[in-house]
Structures are given as structure tokens and as C-alpha cells.
């Protein structure tokens, strides 16, 4: 079944083959091998025809577009737009999680500034998809936060080093 975010190498692993690649590790870790066409076609031309890659197939879709080919929504289609409140503890967001994270938890410790707390709870895996704000019944600015908390933890990783 088609679902947002299903181009990510991990999980279309899991959709094809049912596999699920651990964290931190390569699909090759569970046997399989992932090629992009669109990849390996460019790395022939720029080989073979020393061509290089100036354009992309770009999708537009949604009801804000006559003729679709990127998504752009309308106010409609994105659904009430509520002001930030408290987290519900719903789990709406872990359900939406494509990687089986925690986002709310996650997010917290970003917003919190817990680096080192986050990092051992995986924030650096998660893919900044925007499923879990998506699915946030509070409207928790989730996506900014989980960057934020990765931002941190990269400091924290170059100031150790």
C-alpha cells in the first residue's frame, strides 16, 4: 500500500520485501540491495557520455494546482489549523511514524535541549518527514523541534571531537 514517506531506502525495504533494516545499519544488512534507476542512469551518462545531470521529474499534485505536477494544498486540504497547545499523549504521532519512533518524546528532549538524552533515543534517525506534525491533534510544531534537537546533537558531536 502506498504511504507517505515511501521513497526512503529503509522503507521500501520493508514495503517490498518485509525487512526491516535496523537502525544505523545499510539494507545490505538484511540482504538487499537498493538502486535508484534514475541514479544509475545518471552515473552512466556522466560516465559513458560525459554528460552531466541539469534536470529532475518533479511530481505536482493537489487541488490548489490545475494542471498537477507539485503538491500544493489548500487551506481546505490541510485541516483546521489549531495554535500550538500541550501535548495530549494521544501517540497519534507514533502510529504516523514511518521508522517507529517516538516524535513527542523526541521532539521534547530537542525543545528541552536534552542532546545527549535525544541521541541516545534515536532523533538522529528520524527523516523529518512531517507525518507525525501531520498527525498531531495538538498542532505541536514537532518537525521543528526534532530539528532542533538533531542540530544539538551535532553540536554536542563536534564539541566532543
Same mark, same amino acid.
Not at 515511501?6 to 545499510?26: D, I
Not at 483546521?80 to 521532539?107: F, M, Y
Not at 532523533?123 to 498542532?139: D, N, V, Y
Given at each position: 500500500?502506498?504511504?507517505?514517506?515511501?521513497?526512503? *531506502?529503509?522503507?521500501?525495504?520493508?514495503?517490498? @520485501?518485509?525487512?526491516?533494516?535496523?537502525?544505523?545499519?545499510?539494507? /545490505? $544488512?538484511?540482504?538487499?540491495?537498493?538502486?535508484?534507476?534514475?541514479?544509475?542512469?545518471?552515473?552512466?551518462?556522466?560516465?559513458?557520455?560525459?554528460?552531466?545531470? @541539469?534536470?529532475?521529474?518533479?511530481?505536482? $499534485?493537489?487541488?490548489?494546482?490545475?494542471?498537477?505536477?507539485?503538491?500544493?494544498?489548500? @487551506?481546505? +486540504? /490541510?485541516?483546521?489549523?489549531? *495554535?500550538?497547545?500541550?501535548?495530549?499523549?494521544?501517540?497519534?504521532?507514533? +502510529?504516523?511514524?514511518?521508522?517507529? /519512533?517516538?516524535?513527542?518524546?523526541?521532539?521534547?528532549?530537542?525543545?528541552?535541549?536534552?542532546? +545527549?538524552?535525544?541521541?541516545?533515543?534515536?532523533? *538522529?534517525?528520524?527523516?523529518?518527514?512531517? @507525518?507525525?506534525?501531520?498527525?498531531?491533534?495538538?498542532? /505541536?510544531?514537532?518537525?521543528?523541534?526534532?530539528?532542533?534537537?538533531?542540530?544539538?546533537?551535532?553540536?554536542?558531536?563536534?564539541?566532543?571531537?
Amino acid at each position: 500500500q502506498t504511504k507517505y514517506p515511501q521513497g526512503a *531506502e529503509k522503507l521500501l525495504v520493508e514495503a517490498a @520485501t518485509g525487512r526491516q533494516v535496523p537502525p544505523g545499519a545499510l539494507p /545490505l $544488512s538484511v540482504g538487499v540491495v537498493v538502486q535508484n534507476v534514475g541514479t544509475a542512469l545518471a552515473v552512466l551518462d556522466a560516465v559513458a557520455e560525459g554528460r552531466v545531470q @541539469t534536470e529532475a521529474i518533479l511530481t505536482v $499534485s493537489g487541488r490548489g494546482v490545475a494542471r498537477p505536477g507539485i503538491l500544493a494544498l489548500t @487551506t481546505a +486540504e /490541510l485541516g483546521p489549523q489549531l *495554535e500550538a497547545g500541550h501535548c495530549l499523549r494521544c501517540a497519534r504521532c507514533v +502510529e504516523a511514524c514511518p521508522i517507529h /519512533l517516538l516524535p513527542s518524546r523526541l521532539a521534547r528532549l530537542g525543545e528541552l535541549g536534552r542532546a +545527549e538524552e535525544a541521541r541516545e533515543q534515536g532523533i *538522529e534517525l528520524c527523516m523529518e518527514c512531517g @507525518t507525525c506534525a501531520f498527525a498531531c491533534p495538538a498542532g /505541536l510544531p514537532l518537525v521543528q523541534w526534532l530539528r532542533l534537537g538533531k542540530q544539538q546533537v551535532r553540536h554536542l558531536s563536534r564539541s566532543a571531537s
